[in-house]
Every structure is written in structure tokens, then in C-alpha cells.
């Protein structure tokens, strides 16, 4: 079972996408959680400035979306090569689970066992992994659409928001 937290954000997601990880959670022998869904422009703006910009503008950028300010030694390393637009999160598109120890706290540690689990479980549902570019456990399901978004994705958000895309993505699946 899904917590509050993760339902909320599966909420957000792709209906066709949110199915599947819910499905995908059911078959898991760890519980998991979700640790990112929809991504606004603004927060992947934020997000893609990690690492880019000066820790005064970083945490500019954080601010207007409401995240805690980071220190400039979180301010290292880059999290994203994603601009605003070019992540599938940024349409509600696609989903980071993350496993959780029995103590209830996330575990980041990507040896674990279970972290193979997730992406082989995923990947025979149907589900696109993320392990190539680095952001994982990551889920994508993009219908007629390729791995990054195109223009056309972009130009169909800017013109028809969120429902628009889906609807595209629901074309040719
Ligand atoms: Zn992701």
C-alpha cells in the first residue's frame, strides 16, 4: 500500500502511468514510495540550475517554488540535464519510486537488492526505466511519443496544458 504522501502525487501522473505503478507496487516484495511525479517548469528550472548557477540564484529559484534553500555544498553537483520542458516529469509523464527500509526511511542505496527488483518488474509491465540517463528509479510512459520530449510535446503544452499532451500521448499508444 501506497502512504498518503506518494497517492497524492500518483494523483498528479498520467493515468495510464499511475495504473501501472500502483500495479507494479503490488507485485514488489519491498514497499516502495513515490518520491517525484509532476514536475512544474518553474521546479525544473530550479532543479536544472543546481550545480549551474551562483547559490544565491540556485536558491532564488527554489524559493519561487517553495523548497528549502540548499547549502553550497549541496550546490555541487548537477541532479539534472534536463531543461524546463525536456523531462517527461514536466507533463506528469513520469514517476521516481524510491524503496523504503523497514524503519520507514527512503533507501538511496542503489546496490540494494530491490532496486533490480523495481526495474525489472517495471520494464515487464511496460514501463520505460530511466537508468540510462541517471535518474532512477525512474518511470516514464510516453504513448506515441520518444524518450525526451519534442517540440511538438512542448508546443502541445503550451497550447492545450496537461490534458493536451495526454491526449496526444494517448494516440497510436
Ligand atoms: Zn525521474
Known sequence: MFGPISIQRLSLVYPTLRDLIMQLETQLSEPIGVSQGLRSYPEQEALYAQGRLTLQKVNALRKAVHWAPMTKAQNI????DAQPGYSW??????????????????????????????????????????????????????GKFPETPTDEVRATYTVEGIDGVWRAANENV
Open 89 to 142: 516529469h514536466n507533463f506528469g509523464m513520469a514517476v521516481d519510486v524510491v524503496p523504503f527500509e523497514s524503519s520507514g526511511q527512503p533507501d538511496w542505496d542503489e546496490q540494494h537488492p530491490v532496486w533490480q527488483e523495481i526495474v525489472a518488474k517495471g520494464t515487464a509491465l511496460g514501463l520505460v526505466a530511466g537508468v540510462a540517463w541517471n535518474d532512477r528509479p525512474h518511470f516514464q510512459l510516453t
Open 77 to 80: 553537483d548537477k541532479v539534472t
